[in-house]
Structure formats: structure tokens, C-alpha cells
């Protein structure tokens, strides 16, 4: 089977760093995903990670531990336009699940 | 280049209904796959499209069906539309039939059933 848990809402402010967390069970599990996506619009694509470690891209982040079924995303240096719903996504058996998302508010 | 594309953008139908939406990928692109999104929710899979064959089906009855053109255009068919199937559908496009090529998502179409 496969199960997704991350926080349902965090808040943060401008310029500050936050880690958006993601726990995994996944069956036959190939990659981890992150997207964001805002109110209204369609999730853009953040990153993924295959194997453990740290990906780096930008002002965002992701590191994934397969053996703890965990990922983070981290955004440095957090913008306004960063409030969005973050969605941690796994791949297992090419069935790509989707966490319910995280819902970031950044304020000034 | 078009991105992805979705068609009608919004639709209300009644219960029994049946609905068509379709999706045209983003240019190169052969892969397509739907997506059902409730209100306050991730999405969820209901299936993927390669080689006009499908290849995986997410928890969903066989009253959602689909089909995938020689030009890689897809549709998604839902029979005896149910109050529950309400929500944003969303298609993305991908290349050689694996998520690990990056997704992207089409702006979707907003199904309401009353």
C-alpha cells in the first residue's frame, strides 16, 4: 500500500527558512516529489529525489531518507509568493500518490 | 510552445451523467496522466496513458475510463456521474511513460455534479 503524512498548515515569515516534512510508506518505491502549487492553478514541479541525500535547486531543497521513509523540503530566504501548498508525491509501481499538502503562509 | 491543455475548463452536469474531458500534452511529450483533485486535498491517480495503452489505474471504479490518441491526446470518460465526483481534474504530460521525467500539469477542468 502506500500512505503520505505531512502537516496540514505552517507559517513563516519573509526571508526567514522553512522545512516542510513528509513521511512515506510505499510499496515497490522508486522516487519521492515535491510540488507547489498555489490557490486556483494547476502543482508546478519542485524536484525529486531517487536516492538519499540532498538535492539542491536554487532557494529550494530536498533531501530524502529511504531508509526512514522520510523527505524534507527546505526553503531558504522565503518571498511572499512562496505562500502555496506544498505536495510531497511518491512513485511505487508507477503509481505516483500524493500527500493532502501543506499549506505555507508566509507573512511580511 | 502550448503547455499543457485541458478542455472545457469548467462543467456541470447531473447525477447519471456521463462527462468526456480532454487533454492535449505539452509538445514532446508522449505520456499523459489524470488526476482527481478535492477540494482541500492532494491529488489522486487515476490512471496513466503510454503508448495509447494504459499502463497503471489508481484506486478508482471502472466507471472512469480513458483513451489515448496516435498523436498522444488523451481523454477521460466518468459514467454514472455521483455527487462525490465533483472536483478540479487535472491532466499532466510527460515523455517515455515514467514520472521520473518531470510532469507538467494542465490547468484542469472543474467538474461539478449536482
Known amino acids: 500500500g502506500q500512505n503520505i503524512d505531512q502537516p496540514t498548515e505552517m507559517t513563516a515569515t519573509e526571508g526567514a527558512i522553512v522545512q516542510i516534512n513528509c513521511t512515506y510508506q510505499?510499496?515497490?518505491?522508486?522516487?519521492l516529489f515535491w510540488y507547489q502549487q498555489h490557490a486556483g492553478e494547476a502543482p508546478t514541479f519542485l524536484s525529486y529525489?531517487?536516492?538519499?541525500g540532498l538535492e539542491e535547486k536554487g532557494r529550494f531543497s530536498s533531501f530524502l531518507s529511504r531508509s526512514k521513509g522520510y523527505s524534507y523540503l527546505l526553503l531558504k530566504e522565503l518571498q511572499m509568493k512562496d505562500s502555496a501548498s506544498y505536495l510531497c508525491?511518491?512513485?511505487?509501481?508507477?503509481?505516483?500518490?500524493f500527500g493532502t499538502g501543506t499549506r505555507l503562509l508566509v507573512s511580511p | 510552445d502550448a503547455g499543457v491543455t485541458q478542455s472545457p475548463t469548467h462543467l456541470i452536469k447531473t447525477r447519471g451523467q456521463q462527462v468526456t474531458l480532454r487533454c492535449s500534452p505539452k509538445?514532446?511529450?508522449?505520456?499523459v496522466s489524470w488526476y482527481q483533485q478535492a477540494l482541500g486535498q492532494g491529488p489522486q491517480f487515476i490512471f496513466q496513458?503510454?503508448?495509447?495503452?494504459?499502463?497503471q489505474r489508481g484506486n478508482f471504479p471502472d466507471r472512469f475510463s480513458g483513451h489515448q490518441f496516435p498523436n498522444y491526446s488523451s481523454e477521460l470518460n466518468v459514467n454514472a456521474l455521483l455527487l462525490g465526483d465533483s472536483a478540479l481534474y487535472l491532466c499532466?504530460?510527460?515523455?517515455?511513460?515514467?514520472?521520473?521525467?518531470?510532469?507538467?500539469f494542465g490547468p484542469g477542468t472543474r467538474l461539478t455534479v449536482l
Open positions: 529525489n531517487v536516492l538519499d
Open positions: 510505499t510499496s515497490g518505491f522508486n522516487g
Open positions: 509538445s514532446g511529450h508522449d505520456t
Open positions: 496513458y503510454y503508448e495509447e495503452e494504459e499502463r
Open positions: 499532466a504530460s510527460s515523455w517515455g511513460g515514467s514520472f521520473l521525467n518531470e510532469q507538467f
Open positions: 508525491a511518491s512513485e511505487g509501481f508507477q503509481k505516483l500518490v
